[in-house]
Nanobody, 115 residues
């Protein structure tokens, strides 16, 4: 069982930045594909970015050029640096881990971007 705990959300003005962190409980973290997803009010959860164990990254079109996913395997932590935030980035951001066919989710951290 892998537990994921997100932090770093908050209220920021449009154009500002936030850095989200997700700490994983298991040492298998380094073998996992880690990702960030978000769910805006009234919408389905959507992919923001993923990072493989070999640091291959993938981004949603809306995140490209503004967000950066990274991981620190020594700390079992994955980060999402978000710059140039827009009101449409508002939502609950969830950390995700995929390992050996199992999918794990954190409980989410709220990001609110004011215009």
């Amino acid at each position: 069982q892998v537990q994921l705990v997100e932090s770093g959300g908050g209220l920021v003005q449009a154009g500002g930045s936030l850095r989200l962190s997700c700490a994983a409980s298991a040492s298998t973290f380094r073998l996992s594909v880690m990702g960030w997803y978000r769910q805006a009010p009234g919408k389905q959860r959507e992919l923001v970015a993923t990072c493989t164990s070999r640091d291959n990254t993938n981004y949603a079109e809306s995140a490209k050029g503004r967000f950066t996913i990274s991981r620190d395997n020594a700390k079992n932590t994955v980060y999402l640096q978000m710059n140039s935030l827009k009101p449409e980035d508002t939502g609950v951001y969830y950390c995700n881990a995929v390992h050996s066919g199992a999918i794990y989710w954190g409980t989410g951290t709220l990001v609110t971007v004011s215009s």
